[in-house]
């Protein structure tokens, strides 16, 4: 039962901080600290994944419309949306729609180098290191502070800006670092308009996703770890429906420009922290 109850913790802190810019991997290192997760990284890995393949299908569905909408416009079938029809001719559209799929793939291109060049020394951070965790929340507040004083310039995203923002996702690898909260931050601070800026940060992790779920996959480095698939299925429905929600509201929060909030929260949690760990 106990794992069952770790399950719907993890669920649900994966599921929130996926979406709220204060770093799911740094949430997911501090809660498996304090549940008394001591499983070697690569067994706990398991969990951590299929935690974040529930939140990518949290994604799609949010953006469901958007997902079929790319896709049958990059293949050239199906109805375009009327407003979309009335603004530019269907070979146009199309034409964006398929640049937009190839600004995500170029997005990609950082994490997938840093991913599979540093690999094992990747794995090592994912080892309850809380000091570095800690560390790198106060790096994500300072961001979401800075975001706070940027002005949009209400522009779509370019491929130069496509590239910045995938590095800023490459360093988000790190856990501690928000990956929405660099991906966003950077976004913002490029000028991007902040819909189009939440959009495109949502959309183009979850390729990444489903890559890293399928490497794992063949190379068979899952491991069984402790968790039952009773466990392993609670915790992906949990994540699943949580996601949902802190998905909808993160969009409408990056609209209000409110993300100073979760500075002053990542600032705490660090500080918390790191004075836990030097005082204890």
């Not at 809660?31 to 949290?58: N, Q, R, W, Y």
């Not at 840093?114 to 094992?120: P, R, S, W």
């Amino acid at each position: 039962m106990g794992d069952i109850i770790n399950a719907i913790i993890l669920g649900l802190i994966q599921g929130l901080t996926e979406f709220l810019p204060v770093s799911s991997s740094g949430h997911l290192e501090i809660g498996k600290f304090i549940l008394g997760d001591a499983m070697p990284a690569e067994e706990s890995m398991l969990m951590t994944v299929v935690l974040h393949f529930g939140t990518a299908l949290a994604t799609i569905y949010v953006f469901r419309k958007d997902v079929m909408d790319i896709i049958m416009g990059f293949l050239g079938i199906g109805t375009l949306p009327n407003e979309l029809i009335a603004k530019a001719n269907i070979l146009n559209e199309r034409h964006e729609y398929r640049n937009f799929v190839y600004k995500i793939v170029l997005s990609m291109i950082p994490a997938v180098i840093v991913g599979l060049v540093f690999e094992k020394q990747i794995e090592a951070f994912f080892s309850q290191n809380i000091l570095l965790v800690c560390t790198m929340l106060l790096v994500t507040g300072i961001l979401l502070l800075i975001t706070e004083w940027a002005k949009s310039q209400n522009r779509s995203v370019t491929y130069a800006d496509a590239i910045i923002v995938g590095v800023a996702q490459a360093i988000a690898i790190l856990p501690g670092i928000s990956r929405s909260g660099a991906t966003i931050s950077t976004s913002i601070m490029l000028g991007i308009d902040k819909s189009k800026a939440a959009r495109f940060s949502f959309l183009m992790v979850v390729p990444l996703i489903f890559g890293k779920i399928a490497k794992d996959l063949l190379d068979g480095d899952f491991g069984n770890g402790n968790y039952s698939f009773l466990a392993l299925a609670v915790g992906f429905v949990t994540a699943f429906f949580t996601g949902i929600f802190a998905c909808k509201v993160m969009i409408e929060l990056v609209k209000k420009a409110k993300l100073s909030y979760f500075a002053y929260y990542c600032f705490a949690i660090g500080i918390l922290g790191i004075a836990y760990i030097y005082l204890k």
